[in-house]
């Protein structure tokens, strides 16, 4: 049974959700789980994990850890990992998650899995499983030695709800100076675009072939659903509409009434920010599409003949 060492990430002042899925993952496990929560001024994040199934969350808590730097942080998981001897360090796959998790496994030379969604006992090894070619494969990755490092997508594991209740233990010796000085958060001007509020979306994907389709194709149905428009990551990311356009793991998280997905393929990060919905439709070509996993309506089918045939309809019904 592998001892596992969570590094919980804080968020508005709080567990990120991403860390209670690491502690679903680590519990699924087995063995001992042990936590990080990282900061300054964190007792009561840390006393919360407690709470959450985190088992005895260390707490490295230094003004100095007060703002995340690369150095600051992986000191503090390397005096975790010292004091736990873990087999298997979990990182939720976040931006902060990835600068971290290559410098432990560096700085302990050791071996790293990425993008993991599942982890598998076999025997006496873990086998880590991550998603490949649109989640048409998944790789199955075995990492010798000890401890391992694994970053774990958002939204591959449900949040652990069970109330078993650990202790906190202070993790001393974490602060110091660090080589990466912080200089300031800048948040993105807040758009007239907020997902976050819409009751219906529908958002389109690299399916819809080119930026002119979205307002040719896609739009006559966002306004006969008097909805608003969301995007695949890859549309944005190509210009074709605003980030704030986004749904998913980098994007907006949302969860309208419905949810119509226009030729999204159905990327696990996307479906991070969408799988809440209450009623999902999705119109994609390939049967296969995992976005089908998580639709309550599936439509296998061309979407050029799809939508302009669902937008007329909904037109018609709505005496337009
Ligand atoms: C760190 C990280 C963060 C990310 N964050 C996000 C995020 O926030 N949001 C996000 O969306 N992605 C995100 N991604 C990208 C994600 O992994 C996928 O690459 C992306 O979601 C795929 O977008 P897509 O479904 O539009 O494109 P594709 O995967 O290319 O899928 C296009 C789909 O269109 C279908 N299609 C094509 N033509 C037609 C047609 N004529 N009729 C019907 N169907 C058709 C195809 O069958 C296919 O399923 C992130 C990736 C990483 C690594």
């Not at 707490?59 to 087999?87: F, W």
């Not at 080119?210 to 990551?233: C, D, I, Y």
Request: one cysteine or more; aromatic letters at 4%.
């Amino acid at each position: 049974m592998a001892k596992t060492l969570i590094v919980a990430e804080i968020q508005k002042g709080g567990l990120r959700e991403a860390t209670l899925e690491l502690v679903t993952l680590a519990r699924k496990l087995g063995g001992e789980v042990a936590s990080l929560v990282i900061g300054s001024g964190v007792g009561a994040v840390a006393e919360d994990l407690a709470k959450k199934g985190g088992g005895k969350v260390l707490l490295a808590d230094d003004p100095s850890l007060a703002v995340y730097t690369a150095d600051g942080h992986a000191r503090a998981i390397r005096k975790a990992i010292d004091a736990e001897k873990p087999d298997l360090v979990l990182i939720s796959n976040t931006p902060s998650g990835w600068d971290l998790a290559g410098k432990v496994a560096a700085a302990l030379d050791c071996g790293i899995a990425t993008d993991v969604i599942r982890i598998e006992q076999d025997g006496a090894d873990l086998v880590f499983v991550r998603r490949m070619f649109n989640a048409k494969f998944d790789a199955r990755l075995r990492v010798s030695g000890s401890p391992r490092v694994a970053t774990v997508q958002p939204g591959a594991n449900e949040a652990y709800t069970g109330g078993e209740t650990g202790s906190v233990v202070k993790l001393d010796g974490v602060g110091g100076e660090s080589r990466t000085k912080f200089v300031e958060v800048r948040v993105a001007p807040a758009g007239g675009h907020d997902l976050t509020k819409a009751e219906i979306i529908v958002s389109g994907g690299r399916g819809l072939q080119k930026p002119e389709n979205f307002e040719a194709v896609l739009k006559p149905l966002v306004e006969a659903l008097g909805a608003q428009m969301g995007a695949s990551r890859p549309v944005v990311d190509a210009g074709w509409l605003p980030h704030e356009y986004q749904v998913g793991s980098s994007g907006q998280v949302v969860s309208p009434k419905l949810y119509v997905a226009v030729g999204i393929s159905g990327a696990i990060q996307h479906l991070v920010g969408m799988k809440s919905s209450n009623f999902i439709i999705a119109i994609n070509k390939d049967a296969d599409a995992p976005i089908f996993e998580v639709a309550d309506v599936g439509i296998v089918g061309d979407l050029f003949e799809i939508v302009p045939a669902l937008a007329a309809a909904v037109k018609k019904a709505k005496g337009g």
